[in-house]
């Protein structure tokens, strides 16, 4: 069932209008099968920093940051932008601007603790995933929202806000098929200049997305057991 869409505009002091929600209740049984084989795709999810050069489906990546962009936000604020990148010579300039900082980042700036913790994940300043995907996602939280005059309003819960949107992104790409990374230089001011962002955006993560490349090899992982991460009271 297509949901009717209304164009967004801020809704900063208007009065608050419920409406009804009356989903479809899922039977037990559906809801159960639907969670175990959510929770088995989900286990197949890896971070891929090997790309095959090959497109990706148009609609899939933007139907992608559709789903992203349904995530719940502080004040309904919806603090996010995405920028997606397919020209080759911006994500060359992307590359060379974020290698330049990774390499004084591995060479001292991250200290000896964070480079022990990135070992096991065979990282380094050299990052091919880069130019390698045959597209980026850039996204950018919005500190404050940016009125056509000039008018600003603060935004509240940014960072939890854009961190579940990006959340939310991953697992709709992994469920497309998509392979994914997500890439963040630090420090990130050069993608705002690069990209030519607004002065309210800045840069949250860089995600290449694409195919895993037939030579593709990931670290040998071992994540957390349920027992480990969930407490029951």
């Known amino acids: 069932m297509s ?21 479809d209740r899922m039977p037990p049984q559906e809801t159960l099968a639907r969670a175990a084989e959510l929770r088995e795709r989900m286990s197949a999810r890896r971070t891929v920093r090997q790309f095959a050069p090959d497109p990706v489906p148009e609609q899939a990546v933007r139907d992608a940051i559709a789903c992203a962009a349904t995530a719940p936000s502080g004040a309904h604020q919806q603090p996010w932008s995405f920028v997606r990148i397919k020209d080759a010579g911006m994500r060359r300039r992307i590359r060379e601007a974020a290698e330049a900082e990774e390499r004084v980042s591995y060479q001292g700036r ?32 919005q500190r404050y929202w940016l009125g056509p005059d000039g008018e600003r309003r603060k935004h509240y819960y940014v960072d939890e806000s854009v961190g579940i949107a990006v959340g939310m992104l991953l697992s709709a790409l992994h469920l497309c098929g998509l392979a994914a990374l997500v890439h963040t230089p630090s420090p990130m001011r050069f993608l705002s200049e690069v990209l030519g962002r607004p002065e309210n955006e800045k840069a949250f993560a860089v995600i290449p997305v694409g195919y895993p490349a037939e030579d593709c090899v990931v670290p040998d992982l071992v994540r957390k ?8 009271i």
């Open 110 to 141: 991250l200290g000896e603790e964070w480079l022990a913790a990135l070992r096991p994940l065979g990282t380094d300043e050299i990052k091919a995933h880069l130019t390698d995907a045959p597209e980026l996602i850039v996204v950018f939280q």
């Open 3 to 23: 949901i009717p869409m209304r164009s967004w505009t801020p809704t900063h002091g208007a009065p608050y209008r419920p409406v009804p929600y009356r989903p």
């Open 225 to 232: 057991s349920l027992p480990q991460v969930l407490t029951e």
